[in-house]
């Protein structure tokens, strides 16, 4: 079978959140099919990671992506009923190469609503891969923000929500990551197919590191310009490390990941923080750390950083939104706390009491591997593609 994959991001290498799971959905497609990807490239490593794919054996077409320009570019948009997501990943060099790619392949797959709109003029099967509904990023933004911030979030999830209609009406079947990102679909986009395909974690890289952690050491992981990362961090540094730090007074907090942004950098001046930027290995990390915490106040889906934690046997502290996605059981595989004073209890917890953080990450350990083995979580994914074609005894009547 020719799959044609379609992408924000060019799927490789696997080192921030969509780019784990697009370059896991084109390997694992890949042993059985031909896969030609189409995806935009952002900067000169994925330029350069799309000539690498190709030398895999993946031919990846790349367009240049300049972010800021096309922000300003949309912006007209905001007096038209188009979300302003489809002018930010407009590009009439990247559809005429899907027009092309469309008349080779058999069957398509779009990661993600912006990628989705590329093929709407198609008539080729297709899945449309949302792993969660945008609107509802969107929506969750303009509650979270001031005017006139939320007047444009809130109308950008009213003008996505309405795309992402037209998109599930048009693909064979859509895909979340978690049962609760497609209860979310069924309650706004109801009577259309739809499937779970769970993301994973590499159990293999991602392995506990016994001895390494350093006491009252808190980290966090993930690409810091990225709005809900960014709230993350700063509540965290701001309002949670001061309590922490009032009864332990050497606690850290260290934030690793690349592209802070200048809010994030000036965190750096606070007592007991450290942000690092981009680093090679966040294992490395992640190692050093006491505490794993995710406490984002926006979150849908399965998050990445959790699964990474878990699977390096760290006690990790979530709040209810990082964790929702993540089928596991509070106080058993993680702890769950919600605000500032919540968060900094939990971990003084884990902190007073070493051998009982230690024995939460081996129970989060074990679970990850009973659960979220990437073999297990993508082993439905070739009957989704299968099904996008007749069956033998379709043909045969046809």
């Given amino acids: 079978m020719k799959v044609l994959f379609l992408s924000q991001r ?33 900067d000169a490593e994925d330029a350069r990671a799309a000539r690498e794919l190709g ?42 190469r899907v027009d092309g790619l469309a008349r080779w392949a058999d069957v398509a797959y779009a990661y993600s609503s912006s990628m989705g709109a590329f093929l709407l003029r198609h008539a080729i099967p297709w899945v449309m891969h949302f792993a969660e509904l945008d609107s509802d990023k969107w929506r969750q933004y303009g509650e979270a923000t001031r005017f006139p911030l939320s007047w ?19 693909a064979r079947t859509s895909v979340f990551c978690t049962p609760l990102e497609e209860a979310i679909f069924r309650r706004e986009i109801p009577g259309r197919p739809s499937t779970v395909l769970r993301n994973g974690v590499d159990l293999e890289h991602f392995r506990p590191a016994p001895g390494s952690a350093e006491p009252r050491h808190v980290v966090f992981t993930g690409v810091m310009d990225y709005y809900p990362n960014v709230d993350a961090c700063v509540s965290f540094a701001r309002e949670v490390l001061p309590r922490l730090r009032e009864e332990f007074a050497d ?50 889906g399965i ?32 702890l769950v706390a919600d605000g500032s004073a919540a968060l900094a209890d939990a971990v003084a917890r884990l902190f007073r009491d070493p051998q009982a953080a230690r024995e939460l990450g081996a129970r989060g350990r074990r679970f990850v591997e009973g659960a979220y083995d990437w073999e297990v979580a993508f082993a439905p994914l070739d009957g989704i593609l299968r099904s996008l074609l007749p069956s033998q005894s379709e043909t045969t009547r046809a």
């Avoid at 606690?251 to 965190?267: C, S």
């Avoid at 699964?307 to 058993?332: D, I, N, Y």
Wanted: hydrophobic content about 45%.
């Fill in 10 to 42: 060019v799927p490789y290498p696997p080192n921030r959140g969509d780019k784990i799971t697009t370059w896991r959905l084109v390997e694992r497609m890949g042993r059985e099919h031909e896969v030609a990807c189409v995806a935009f490239a952002h």
């Fill in 55 to 96: 030398a895999l054996g993946y031919p990846t077409h790349a367009f240049p992506h300049r972010a800021r320009l096309r922000r300003l570019a949309s912006l007209p948009l905001l007096l038209t009923s188009t979300p302003l997501t489809l002018g930010v990943f407009a590009s009439r060099e990247l559809q005429a």
């Fill in 152 to 170: 444009v979030y809130r109308r950008e999830a009213r003008t996505l929500l309405e795309l992402e209609r037209r998109l599930a009406r048009a």
């Fill in 251 to 300: 606690a850290r907090f260290t934030i690793v990941g690349a592209r802070p942004n200048a809010e994030v950098r000036r965190l750096a001046a606070l007592p007991g923080v450290t942000v690092t930027g981009f680093v090679d290995d966040t294992r490395e990390w992640l190692a050093r750390a006491a505490v794993g915490v995710a406490p984002l106040r926006i979150a849908r």
């Fill in 303 to 334: 998050q990445n950083k959790v699964l990474e934690a878990l699977a390096m046997g760290l006690p990790v502290v979530g709040t209810t939104v990082a964790v929702q996605g993540v089928e596991g059981r509070a106080g058993e595989h993680y």
